[in-house]
């Protein structure tokens, strides 16, 4: 089997595995006290509701506010633990009357109290998290911290609750906030819905999202963070009210993170598509750098990065184009060349499996069976008959960690 033919076996293999397992690692906003009857009795969203009024704003509008915020803080580093503070300080919060998605000038006006629930829910979910992430990170529970900030280093933590929460809160209630005062006269009972989707297409949001100049989240958001809101909006959620090609199940990257990386080394996508020396070039591949001295997987590095080997299949080439052309909007002629973190959509491109199908089963993979360890769960992993670190190179798996 050629590179190519392998990646895309793969691709749609994942996407497969995904699309059983829709919204794995999604927010669980049914246990959101705000949001109780935006959900049936099986705890599934009303879709056919979300333009009906709450408050000042419809439920989509309230809905897109809250995974704006709970995206941000999901760059923290341990996500069931900063959902679970996300849902306990909202449920706190909105039962003292300050509704902070509604209005969200309530957690800037009511700071103290917002800044004391944070620490108080904080302490309670480090109780509930810390032995279990502490044995996942082969790390002590004592270090256990959900505040963060960003540095040269990357995502590092901070004991500063004022800092972590003006900053990873404080910012992106700022957006609805903003957008709000800018409405003037005008009405609208969804701002933020309406901002979002003022663009061409949902890949061209995302960056939006992040480099707005006006109501861009800037330091506080990264690039993964922006497309896996994309990911929530379109896929897990179906808030989009857009139904163009530019807002399609293709159109937007996949949010490459931690998970992804280790999985699509390890399985041979990223060693199919350029070898060892370009990866390390480009320092995607930090020789040295990961835990106990092997080498460090950086995958948010791979963004913009050219395939390497020769794509003579013309159909991949033809999706390429129009997934460029007609889903990103990104671009006004035919690409030269292929961007990695681009081929999946290319790959899925009009068959049954979007984007988010594929990121889906890298996350179910990731989080249940290819840990980031010496001896991950490669005996149950749905993907060991194809997977090259399992069934050919060990030092994939040995010798890497994201």
């Not at 000042?56 to 803080?73: D, F, I, K, P």
């Not at 808030?239 to 041979?268: C, H, I, M």
């Not at 360890?373 to 194809?386: A, G, V, Y």
């Not at 050919?392 to 798996?397: G, M, S």
Request: glycine share 6%.
């Amino acid at each position: 089997m050629n590179n190519l033919n392998f990646v895309k076996n793969l691709v749609f293999k994942i996407a497969e595995i995904g699309h059983k397992r829709k919204i794995i690692d999604a927010p669980t906003l049914q246990d959101i006290e705000p949001f109780r009857y935006f959900f049936d009795k099986d705890r599934n969203l009303k879709t056919d509701e979300l333009n009906m009024i709450d408050g000042a704003w419809t439920r989509r509008e309230v809905l897109t506010r809250y995974l704006l915020l709970n995206v941000v803080l999901d760059q923290g580093p341990d996500i069931p633990g900063v959902r679970e503070l996300l849902k306990n300080v909202t449920n706190a919060l909105y039962r003292k009357e300050i509704r902070i998605f509604h209005k969200p000038l309530d957690f800037f006006r009511e700071l103290n109290i917002s800044i004391d629930e944070i620490l108080d829910k904080h302490k309670s979910v480090k109780e509930l998290r810390a032995k279990t992430w502490a044995k996942l990170n082969n790390a002590n529970p004592t270090k256990y911290n959900l505040f963060f900030a960003q540095s040269p280093r990357g995502i590092v933590s901070i004991n500063q609750v004022l800092d972590y929460g003006l900053h990873r809160w404080g910012v992106p209630l700022c957006v609805p906030l903003l957008l709000e005062k800018d409405l003037g006269e005008k009405e609208s009972v969804q701002p933020l819905v309406e901002h979002i989707e003022s663009f061409l297409s949902s890949e061209i949001a995302s960056k939006q999202i992040k480099n707005h100049e006006r109501y861009g989240l800037g330091s506080a958001i990264g690039d993964k963070a922006c497309h896996l809101f994309i990911k929530w909006y379109i896929h897990t959620f179906n808030l989009s009210t857009k139904t163009t090609e530019g807002w399609s199940k293709w159109s937007y990257e996949a949010p490459f993170d931690s998970n992804t990386g280790r999985v699509l080394f390890r399985t041979g996508f990223f060693l199919s598509l350029a070898n060892l020396k370009d990866y390390e070039n480009w320092d995607v591949i930090q020789k040295g750098k990961g835990k106990g001295g092997t080498n460090y997987i950086r995958v948010t590095n791979i963004r913009g990065k050219k395939v390497q080997i020769e794509i003579t299949d013309k159909g991949i080439n033809k999706n390429y184009e129009e997934v460029v052309l007609k889903h990103f909007k990104i671009r006004k002629r035919s690409p030269a060349t292929i961007e990695i973190q681009q081929l999946p959509n290319a790959i899925l491109l009009n068959s049954e499996f979007g984007i988010g199908d594929f990121d889906d089963g890298l996350i179910y993979i990731g989080t249940n069976f290819c840990f980031n360890q010496e001896n991950p769960r490669c005996d149950k992993c749905p993907l060991n008959k194809i997977c090259k670190g399992f069934n050919e190179d060990k030092f994939l798996i040995k010798d890497y960690r994201t």
